[in-house]
């Protein structure tokens, strides 16, 4: 298993998914409260993107992005019109920390400037500009020197934000829920005062969305819950239910001057296909508000649970099915027994907070089932 060397396996070989379910190749079923980092918005084999990928597939697999094609600028289209405000253009990519490169990119390209702020406990990906961005040392000290200029904040400190963005500032990265970093939703106040600092430095508003956008917090992009508009919005994970793709979409007054940025896979058809069978289905069901509600149900019943039987729950946050459970004990093991025992998948962000990003078309049976064998696991 010539992988293993990056990543430890898990003890579950899975082999197909449907829904809210993987199953591994003896038949054993698990509920996914994962959906492997926020991939699946719809669940696993959504019948509508399986489809999508399959006539595409069928039709033309690939062609370079200097050519239009339907299916490409149909999403260009979607992303534009879907993006919050005046957002009206769309950059593709393979991934989320390729879609904060381009932004960094971006904004330095368009203000003539270096400097970057980012936030403590933020993460923005891995490779070297996105790792120059992300907090923990864990993920940089072995890769250093990063891409340089980079200063960090505390995340919520608007003071220290006011000091920190100056006429030297390219831009503010911020994620309106930080992930990795712990399921910490930030306060409407301090976005909108980042948009007023930002704006007054002339410096871009960043709103790193990979993980809270298509659905995931109760609103297609989180920052329509606090009514912010940022310069550039990062997508990536969900946006196209399973397939690599990011996108980086940005207002005009950045798009005026990207300087020379480039990707051979940029918006390949297939990728393009089914993403907009993603959004599509997102948008006509209203999968977002379905996701604010069943979200909200969850927290309530892992409150209701966490108390019944005196569980050692210190809290339950997050928004929409962004959810970050943190325990009074070590969360690896909760989440191998809830795995082993419980057959049910869930995730980590850091050593005491149990993450759950299921699919955003779960029901309220399945945040019952999550919550009784979580209950069993920690009880
Ligand atoms: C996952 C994630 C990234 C990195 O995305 P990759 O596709 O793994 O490169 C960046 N920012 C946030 C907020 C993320 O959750």
């Given at each position: 298993m010539s992988g293993g060397f990056v990543f430890s396996e898990k003890p579950i070989q899975i082999e197909s998914g449907d829904g809210a379910y993987l199953y591994d190749t003896?038949?054993?079923?698990?509920?996914d409260f994962g959906a492997s980092y926020a991939v699946t918005p719809l669940g696993h084999s959504h019948p509508a993107v399986t489809e999508a990928i399959q006539e595409q597939a069928e039709t033309l697999t690939y062609v370079q992005a200097s050519?239009?094609?339907e299916v490409r600028t149909e999403l260009y289209e979607k992303l534009a019109a879907l993006a919050p405000g005046d957002i009206e253009n769309v950059w593709l990519c393979n991934s989320g920390t390729e879609a904060n490169e381009a932004a960094m990119k971006f904004a330095r390209a368009a203000t003539g400037r270096?400097?970057?702020v980012a936030t403590k406990r933020g993460f923005h990906g891995r490779t070297m500009g996105a790792l120059a961005m992300t907090w923990k040392d864990k993920y940089k000290k072995p890769f250093e020197p990063l891409a340089g200029g980079v200063e960090f904040v505390p995340y919520g400190d608007g003071e220290a934000l006011a000091e920190a963005v100056d006429d030297e500032t390219a831009a503010f990265f911020v994620e309106p829920v930080q992930g990795e970093g712990g399921i910490h939703p930030a306060t409407t106040e301090y976005l909108q005062h980042a948009r007023e600092v930002t704006d007054e430095a002339g410096a871009a508003l960043v709103?790193?969305?990979i993980q809270t956008g298509v659905g995931r917090t109760g609103n297609l992009w989180a920052c329509e819950g606090v009514g912010v508009e940022p310069d550039?919005?990062?997508?990536?994970?969900?946006i196209a239910n399973g397939l690599p793709l990011g996108a980086t979409l940005v207002k005009d007054w950045i798009a005026d001057n990207p300087g020379d940025h480039g990707s051979t896979f940029s918006g390949g058809p297939v990728v393009c296909a089914a993403a907009n069978a993603t959004l599509d289905t997102i948008v006509d069901e209203d999968v977002p508000a379905h996701a604010a509600h069943v979200g909200e149900y969850l927290r309530s019943e892992l409150e209701a649970a966490a108390e019944t039987h005196d569980l050692p729950v210190r809290e339950v946050r997050g928004s929409g099915l962004m959810i970050g459970i943190q325990i009074k004990r070590g969360?690896?093991?909760?989440?191998?027994?809830l795995a082993l025992s419980e057959q049910v998948l869930a995730l980590p962000a850091g050593r005491t907070v149990v993450r759950l990003l299921p699919p955003l078309t779960i029901d309220e049976s399945h945040a019952d089932q999550f919550v009784e064998s979580f209950a069993e696991v920690l009880g």
């Open positions: 003896k038949g054993t079923e698990y509920l050519y239009p094609v270096s400097k970057i709103f790193d969305e550039i919005l990062t997508s990536a994970k969900g969360a690896n093991r909760v989440l191998k027994n």
